[in-house]
Nanobody, 124 residues
Framework: QVQLVESGGGLVEAGDSLRLSCVVS????????MGWFRQAPGQEREFVAV????????VYADAVKGRFTISRDNARNTAHLQMNRLRPEDTGVYYC?????????????????WGQGTQVTVSS
C-alpha cells in the first residue's frame, strides 16, 4: 500500500508565496511520476503540474506557468510545489497524486494514489 500526505497549505494574501510538500510512504513503485492537482468548491479537480521520476520532465498548466515550480527528492520520497505570486483564483484544495510508471500524466483518472489534500486560500 502507498500513502501520500500533503502539507504546507494556508491562508495568504495575493502576491504571497507558499511551498507545498507531499511525502510518499509505504511501498511505492520503482518508478513513478508525481503530480499536483487542485479543486475549488463546486469544480472538478484540475491539473496543476507533474514531474517525471528522474525530474527531467516537468509539465505545468498554463494558469501557473512562470509562477509555480514542481520538484522532487527521490531519496526522501518527497515532492514539492513552490507557488509564487499567488492569486485569488489559485484558491482550492491541493492534492498530490502518484502515477506508477515513467509517464507524466495530466488527467486525474490516470493516477493510482492520492493524498488527502491541503487547503490553499488566497485573499485579494
Amino acid at each position: 500500500q502507498v500513502q501520500l500526505v500533503e502539507s504546507g497549505g494556508g491562508l495568504v494574501e495575493a502576491g504571497d508565496s507558499l511551498r507545498l510538500s507531499c511525502v510518499v510512504s509505504g511501498a511505492p513503485p520503482r518508478y513513478y511520476a508525481m503530480g499536483w492537482f487542485r479543486q475549488a468548491p463546486g469544480q472538478e479537480r484540475e491539473f496543476v503540474a507533474v514531474i517525471s521520476y528522474g525530474g527531467g520532465t516537468a509539465v505545468y498548466a498554463d494558469a501557473v506557468k512562470g509562477r509555480f515550480t514542481i520538484s522532487r527528492d527521490n531519496a526522501r520520497n518527497t515532492a514539492h510545489l513552490q507557488m509564487n505570486r499567488l492569486r485569488p483564483e489559485d484558491t482550492g484544495v491541493y492534492y498530490c497524486g502518484l502515477d506508477d510508471g515513467r509517464r507524466t500524466p495530466k488527467r486525474a483518472n490516470e493516477y493510482d494514489y492520492w493524498g488527502q489534500g491541503t487547503q490553499v486560500t488566497v485573499s485579494s
